[in-house]
């Protein structure tokens, strides 16, 4: 069965560091999405990146970047220079080729990342 | 552009009670779906509509119903509440298009939080 598995309950960082959140999934569709999401303390989930299966280069999006090793089945979140603001949950997410014409996603368990000054 | 507005932010119910919850798309989204996240269980797939038609449905009792309206607006709605439904309720929409695509990303809302007495 699908699943997404990030082992970070929790991540701490110095402000301007750069830190890595992990996320390793689990499909047996050959076809898939990928997606990061970071939900702060208010409650919405705000969109950050995605990464096709079939995409021939990394994902990158401003500070956040994905690190996709698609032969070990992991899609890392990278923040630069991590500002005070990035402290938040972060939830790794999955689209299936089979529900590629529905919005459902499997979301992972979440990390909470805190940034430090 | 307004974003996806949910209302409202906070309920308090007691078991037993019903409870209609709100959500407003993105301006030119058609396609809502409604996910519950909980401590215990995290983000769960509650269902989706696209053009007032449920296309897919998540694995929940049949108390959880919803229905979308021609404006695109979505309602759920849960009969006979229990302590265990005591969660945070997140509406999200996207600009889906017939025939699916991987990379649609779900825009949320804040969320309406329930609490179960």
């Known amino acids: 069965a699908q699943k997404i598995t990030q082992t970070q309950p929790g991540m701490f960082v110095q402000e301007k560091e750069a830190v890595t959140l992990d996320c390793t999934y689990d499909t047996s569709d050959p076809s898939y999405g990928l997606f990061w999401y970071k939900q702060p303390s208010s409650g919405e989930m705000i969109f950050l990146i995605y990464?096709?299966?079939?995409?021939?280069q990394n994902a990158t999006e401003g500070r956040y970047s994905l690190n996709f090793q698609k032969a070990r089945k992991s899609a890392n979140l990278v923040i630069s220079a991590s500002q005070l603001g990035d402290s938040a949950m972060y939830f790794c997410?999955?689209?299936?080729?089979?529900?590629?014409?529905?919005?459902?996603?499997?979301f992972g368990t979440g990390t909470r990342l805190q940034v430090f000054p | 552009k307004a974003g996806v507005t949910q209302t409202p932010r906070y309920l308090i119910k007691t078991r037993g009670q019903q409870v209609t919850l709100s959500c407003s798309p993105i301006s030119g989204h058609r396609s809502v779906s409604w996910y519950q996240q909980t401590p215990g269980q995290g983000l769960q797939f509650l269902f989706e509509?696209?053009?007032?038609?449920?296309?897919n449905k998540g694995n929940f009792p049949g108390r959880f119903s919803g229905r979308q309206f021609s404006n695109s607006r979505s309602e759920m709605n849960v009969s006979t509440l229990e302590l265990g439904d005591s969660a945070l309720y997140l509406c999200?929409?996207?600009?889906?298009?017939?025939?699916?695509?991987?990379?649609?990303?779900?825009?949320f809302g804040s969320g309406t939080q329930l609490s179960v007495l």
């Open positions: 999200a929409s996207s600009f889906r298009r017939t025939g699916g695509s991987a990379n649609e990303k779900l825009f």
């Open positions: 509509y696209f053009s007032e038609t449920q296309r």
């Open positions: 997410a999955m689209r299936e080729g089979s529900s590629y014409n529905t919005d459902k996603l499997i």
């Open positions: 990464q096709g299966s079939y995409d021939q």
